[in-house]
């Protein structure tokens, strides 16, 4: 069974940093690209970025550049995803995302991030 | 950047009935148009993909249809469970998702 299992979310300061993770299993991690979305609360669907199976290469949609960084541990079967300098508008929940050759195939319940003082 | 237009932003709709949802694009896609379910609560559902490919599993009374700039989602009997907010999003350049048509029932 594919799962991925978002985490590291929670209150955060603004102008902090903050790290997610997303372990996924069932499936053979290091063969799929791999993509980050975020959900602010009552709003739409955002793409924020995607990274290659071996991680050599990464993509984010244009608001996204600069504050977020994607990467992965192949060995851990781990998506991360860097946000630094947040701001009350990265409040969302955060999903991770399996692009399989359909599309997003699968995936995470979801992370959620509050950006607060 | 490519937008997204999706309408209805909200559709009423009775069970049984046949339900039309619409993307419309910003500029040409060349159909790398997907379509996702969103329930309340839940992550979003890959329903079909490349325009009209109908996702593994899903049933079939869910289609997607288009060309160019213009999209269309289908649902040719609408069943309770169907009850969600629906997304486009295209992959033609750069990712971009549409505004999203929330589908409740009548």
């Known amino acids: 069974e594919v799962k991925l299992v978002e985490s590291g979310g929670g209150l955060v300061l603004p102008g902090a940093s903050l790290k997610l993770s997303c372990i996924v299993s069932?499936?053979?991690?290091?063969?799929?690209?791999m993509r980050w979305v975020r959900q602010a609360p009552g709003k739409g669907l955002e793409f924020i970025g995607e990274?290659?199976?071996?991680?050599?290469?990464?993509n984010y949609a244009p608001s996204m550049k600069g504050r977020f960084t994607i990467s992965r541990d192949n060995a851990k079967n781990t998506l991360y995803l860097q946000m630094s300098s947040v701001r009350s508008e990265d409040t969302a929940t955060y999903y991770c995302?399996?692009?399989?050759?359909?599309?997003?195939?699968?995936w995470g319940q979801g992370v959620m991030v509050t950006v607060s003082s | 950047d490519i937008q997204m237009t999706q309408s209805p932003p909200v559709l009423s709709a009775s069970v049984g009935d046949r339900v039309t949802l619409s993307c419309k694009a910003s500029?040409?896609?060349?159909?790398?148009l997907d379509w996702y379910q969103q329930k309340h609560g839940e992550a979003p559902k890959l329903l079909i993909y490349?325009?009209?490919n109908l996702q593994t599993g899903i049933p079939s009374r869910f289609s997607g249809s288009g060309s160019g700039t213009d999209y269309i989602f289908t649902i040719s009997s609408l069943q309770p469970e169907d009850v969600a907010t629906y997304y486009c999003?295209?992959?033609?350049?750069?990712?971009?998702f549409g505004g999203g048509t929330k589908l409740e029932l009548k």
């Open positions: 500029q040409n896609i060349n159909e790398n």
């Open positions: 999003y295209q992959y033609n350049s750069g990712w971009t």
């Open positions: 490349y325009t009209n």
């Open positions: 990274i290659k199976p071996d991680g050599s290469k990464t």
């Open positions: 995302a399996r692009l399989g050759y359909s599309g997003f195939d699968y």
């Open positions: 069932g499936f053979t991690f290091s063969d799929y690209w």
